[in-house]
């Protein structure tokens, strides 16, 4: 079992950068493939970004490709998602979200999130 908090949210203008975190307590990090949500109001959880155990894979919704980038620090028990060049429509609440396996990881079907934090960019 895993816990995951989120931080590093927070209100930037366009063409800003934010950098999340996740957080992960509980055992054998590097069990569990990691990836990024995010929901938007009034729309669907979507896909951000999701890395495998080991860092050595990543993979990206179109939406964000060379925009954001995903890493883990498994020492740290850790999951980063830099941002750059935000745009207002990348304002949503971001949720951290950890699987056994990739396909779950990606598509939101693991057991286990955080409890998301607000990413809003101004125009």
């Known amino acids: 079992q895993v816990s995951l908090v989120e931080h590093g949210g927070g209100s930037v203008e366009t063409g800003g950068s934010l950098r999340l975190s996740c957080s992960a307590s509980?055992?054998?990090?590097?069990?569990?493939?990691m990836g990024w949500f995010r929901r938007a109001p009034g729309k669907e959880r979507e896909f951000v970004a999701g890395i495998s155990w080991n860092g050595g894979r990543d993979y990206y919704a179109d939406s964000v490709k060379g925009r954001f980038t995903i890493s883990r620090d498994n020492d740290k028990r850790a999951m980063y998602l830099e941002m750059n060049d935000l745009q207002p429509n990348d304002t949503a609440v971001y949720y951290c979200h950890a699987a056994f396996n990739m396909p779950d990881a990606l598509g939101g079907a693991g057991m286990y999130w955080g409890q998301g934090t607000q990413v809003t960019v101004s125009s």
């Open positions: 509980g055992n054998q990090f590097t069990s569990y493939y």
